[in-house]
């Protein structure tokens, strides 16, 4: 059999490529994770301005009720002041990058009191976000939610 050096050269290419992307991945996860924690402080903040940076324009923000949003929308509400976070954690998250995108689960445990009559509202759910990586920032491109 005869390799040229051609042959050869991309084949080491191709192996180092190869062999990058695992820690590449980690790297990326690292940044969705961090990604997610600020979006669950701008949540916990009701912060306009965190949520505008971190949400893709073409946001779907699917709610357990069945409500869809899209940006605008999920921001006025997410931002309105008529509730406000007690509590909220994100349990047990699981991230997945697949080249541009990323795949995050996890358990939302939280408990929103209303300004009004400080009402409070303890909600238990399952997380389904995608997002997704433009430019060098990772923004959420869409978030679905089930009742547990």
């Known amino acids: 059999m005869q390799i040229d050096r051609r042959a050869m050269a991309l084949g080491i290419l191709g192996a180092s490529v190869v062999a990058s992307l695992p820690a590449h991945a980690a790297g990326e996860e690292d940044a969705v994770g961090k990604a997610v924690e600020a979006f669950r402080q ?4 009701a ?8 949400c893709a324009a073409e946001l779907s923000y699917s709610h ?11 921001i006025s509400n997410a931002t309105s002041g008529k509730s406000k976070f007690v509590k909220l954690e994100y349990r047990a998250p699981t991230i997945r990058v697949v080249g541009p995108v990323a795949v995050v689960r996890f ?5 929103q009191e209303a300004v009004a ?17 433009q430019g060098q920032d990772w923004t959420l491109l869409s978030r679905s939610a089930t009742k547990l």
């Not at 912060?47 to 971190?54: C, E, G, L």
């Not at 009402?119 to 997704?132: G, S, Y």
């Open 42 to 45: 701008a949540q916990v903040a």
């Open 47 to 54: 912060d306009k301005t965190a949520f505008d940076k971190m």
């Open 64 to 74: 357990s009720d069945g409500r869809v949003e899209d940006k605008a929308t999920f």
């Open 107 to 111: 358990n939302w445990v939280g408990e």
């Open 117 to 133: 009559d400080g009402k409070r509202t303890p909600t238990n759910l399952h997380i389904l976000m995608n997002w997704v990586k």
